[in-house]
């Protein structure tokens, strides 16, 4: 009995350093795969945009003591300005949606039909993305090549971005829109779920003492949600930085060639690894596999942060300030 | 306490045949009762004998949950409150719960919380000056030392109770309902809401909902007994403590 404790134990122990483990050890090895880019690069992997894998089939050039293809230069900014702006097109359309929808679920479903929603919206999380992608591909390129992005430059191009040629319908808009649809369940459930940690006194005295169901959802999300809210939101950041196939699939994956407006193909750090990865194999070099390590390692810094603060806000509490006793 | 004629003091509130269920259970069954202007009318009961449910249905609170099921009249001066607005009838009829709930702001904006949420642009004096009567009114002003700008959750017990009957108070309800006003509270903080009832009861109806029989025989004008979610005996403040109903009996010597 009690060795099988003893080993119960440690068997726990172990298990519960696997993550930790895990996560360690996947930082080790993309800072170590890094290392010859982040020589070879420098400063200028972070101030160019350029990304030229070089010529294989000369002879490599030695710089700052690591061999790298002849001609070769890498830099993320292109791909980082792609994650960054799809991202930030996501959340500008999914924070909105899913507001509403968790003041909607909160305050105005009959309870059995909220548990319906909440799961339908969990599903929604579900979808791999590659399905989003194909989507992507079949409806929403053609849609916005034929006309939203038409409409868009004729009525709006007196705002900056707005103006300009039409590529495909592949591009920041389009991976936007996908971004938002991956990223809005995470979004609501945060929100929905603080909502639920509202004291029901509270509830019951706001709407005592005549409050709208719109006031009542209005003080929740700014008084006691306002932590989950930010997190959520911070949370959904994370997962768009990091989406690779839906992006990959309707950005236009395109290099070198900085956007000119928003119907711009475009190209993400996740979506770039992914599809540079085959031929950064054939470098006898290795420095394009490294220089995509350090890409690695860059996003994983940014998406990791967001997702550290994400949850540190999110878990701080819907209750802040109130004490019920 | 003072005989009074049930007639000839004003109704403000007519419960007619009310009947609360839910899918499995009944609630309350067949209540009638009169809430009197000007009065402090009590509603006792054992716990769990559907009195806090009664009071959420009179100011329409109970409709919030899909589950419950209302049938019978409520008339608040003699028109049905099905036909009030919900957010106009919550503002005539405020209700104070059992467990203080202050919001996590200051005392100052709680109590000007109602007012706010009711768009009345009150110049700052105005608004003082009503925050301070509703606090006075409440008992509560003189206790905090004009110190308003302190969190609503950092007060006592007692003075939160407080603070939410302020709440309450300053919208100018007509009817003020207390849930349980003293069932968190000690000794000292009970009788200080002793001295509030009576006193409110001057401006405003008083509904108030208790098991303690102690504070019912202190300040109740009419005493209603619910009993296993039925409406069982009415009686002014001496009346209903020698009625000779069986349940009534049976409650009063549980009670004490």
């Known amino acids: 009995m009690k060795t099988s404790n003893k080993f119960f134990n440690f068997l726990t122990l172990l298990m519960a350093a696997v993550p930790a483990v895990v996560l360690i050890s996947i930082i080790v090895f993309v800072v170590y795969y890094s290392i010859p880019s982040i020589k070879y690069n420098g400063i200028s992997f972070f101030t160019t945009y350029l990304w030229n894998p070089g010529f294989q089939f000369q002879a490599p050039i030695i710089r700052h003591g690591v061999p790298a293809p002849a001609g070769s230069s890498f830099g993320l900014d292109l791909f980082l300005l792609g994650t960054l702006s799809t991202s930030a097109l996501a959340i500008f359309i999914a924070f909105p949606v899913s507001f509403l929808v968790s003041l909607n679920v909160e305050l105005y479903l009959p309870a059995r039909i909220k548990k319906f929603v909440v799961s339908m919206i969990e599903l929604f999380a579900g979808i791999p993305s590659v399905v989003y992608g194909l989507w992507g591909i079949i409806v929403l390129e053609p849609l916005l090549f034929n006309n939203i992005e038409p409409w868009m430059a004729q009525h709006l191009s007196f705002i900056p971005g707005f103006k300009g040629e039409i590529y495909s319908g592949a591009g920041l808009i389009a991976s936007g829109i996908i971004l938002s649809f991956m990223i809005t369940p995470i979004v609501t459930s945060v929100i929905v779920n603080s909502f639920d940690t509202v004291p029901k006194e509270v509830k019951d005295g706001l709407f005592s003492l005549g409050a709208t169901k719109w006031e009542v959802g209005k003080y929740l999300i700014t008084r006691y949600s306002r932590a989950s809210t930010v997190g959520g939101t911070l949370l959904g950041i994370g997962r768009a930085l990091g989406e690779t196939m839906a992006v990959l699939m309707v950005s236009g994956a395109v290099t070198n060639v900085l956007p000119s407006n928003l119907y711009s193909a475009t190209n993400t750090m996740a979506a770039a690894i992914a599809s540079l990865l085959d031929s950064a194999f054939t470098d006898s070099t290795g420095m394009n596999l490294a220089a995509l390590a350090e890409l690695a390692m860059v996003l994983m810094l940014i998406a990791l942060a967001a997702s550290v603060i994400g949850r540190k806000i999110a878990g701080r509490g819907a209750l802040r300030g109130y004490e019920s006793d | ?256």
């Open chain 2, 1 to 256: 306490m003072e005989e009074k004629s049930v007639e000839k003091v004003e109704k403000v509130i007519e419960i007619e045949k009310l009947k609360i269920k839910t899918k499995n259970k009944v609630i309350l069954d067949r209540v009638d009762l009169n809430i009197f202007r000007n009065n402090v009318n009590t509603i006792v009961g054992p716990s769990g004998s559907g009195k806090s449910t009664l009071l959420r249905s009179l100011n329409r609170l109970l409709e919030m949950d899909p589950a419950m099921e209302v049938t019978g009249d409520i008339l608040f001066e003699k028109r049905n409150i099905r036909d009030f607005d919900p957010v106009e009838l919550r503002r005539e009829i405020g209700l104070v719960f059992q467990k203080p709930n202050p919001f996590p702001m200051s005392v100052y904006d709680n109590v000007a919380f109602g007012l706010r949420i009711q768009g009345k642009k009150l110049k700052r004096e105005e608004m003082d000056k009503v925050i301070v009567q509703a606090l006075e009114d409440a008992d509560l002003y003189e206790e905090l030392g004009g110190n308003l700008k302190q969190m609503g959750t950092s007060l006592s017990g007692g003075q939160q109770q407080r603070l939410c009957i302020a709440r309450a108070l300053v919208l100018r309800p007509k009817v003020l309902m207390l849930d349980e006003p003293t069932s968190a509270l000690d000794p000292i903080a009970k009788g200080k809401i002793v001295d509030l009832i009576r006193s409110l009861k001057q401006k405003y109806t008083v509904v108030l909902v208790t098991h303690d029989m102690n504070l019912t025989r202190k300040v109740s004008d009419y005493t209603n007994l619910i009993y296993d979610g039925k409406f069982v005996a009415k009686g002014t403040g001496t009346e209903f403590f020698e009625s000779k109903i069986e349940e009534v009996k049976d409650f009063l010597s549980e009670a004490d």
